[in-house]
């Protein structure tokens, strides 16, 4: 059954755990690659915003959007859309973004992520580092999406 895109947190969230804990990301990322490929290059290729981080709201907007010009998905390729945006295309400050952009960015456990925010409330982080000594940051996942990560 084919469904209007409908990109929340709220559907992310509950329908996809974080890709840290993925046991096969490797797999997992090429296939969403492949939803993205498929439900917004009906209408454009891909290169159009691979180069083009942003925040995940005006993201938000953006599939607003497309979904008013008639892009369609399946809940699965909803799913992986929503994953491939906010893992490799979601721009986010650490001291000010919300827990769940952070959560995903990052790709942090739910308990890891309340450590950040707890930290960020009584002194913000200055730089990856900073944010690599909080126990359970992959500082790898740090390294590989640095540049969609500030303070």
Request: glycine content about 4%; hydrophobic content about 45%.
């Amino acid at each position: 059954m084919i469904a209007s895109i409908r990109w929340t947190f709220t559907v992310a969230l509950v329908a996809v755990s974080v890709a840290s804990v993925a046991p096969a990301a490797e797999s997992t990322a090429e296939a969403d690659r492949q939803a993205v490929q498929q439900v917004c290059g009906h209408c454009h290729t891909v290169d159009v915003f691979l180069n083009k981080p942003r925040a995940w709201e005006r993201w938000n907007d953006v599939f607003a959007d497309m979904t008013q010009r008639g892009a369609t998905g399946t809940d699965e390729q909803l799913t992986r859309v929503t994953r491939f945006f906010l893992e490799n295309l979601t721009l986010v400050n650490v001291n000010s973004s919300p827990a769940d952009e952070l959560k995903w960015v990052l790709g942090v456990r739910d308990d890891v992520m309340q450590t950040i925010l707890a930290r960020r409330e009584h002194q913000p982080f200055r730089n990856l580092e900073e944010l690599r000594g909080v126990a359970g940051v992959d500082g790898q996942v740090l390294e590989q999406r640095k540049s969609r990560i500030s303070f």
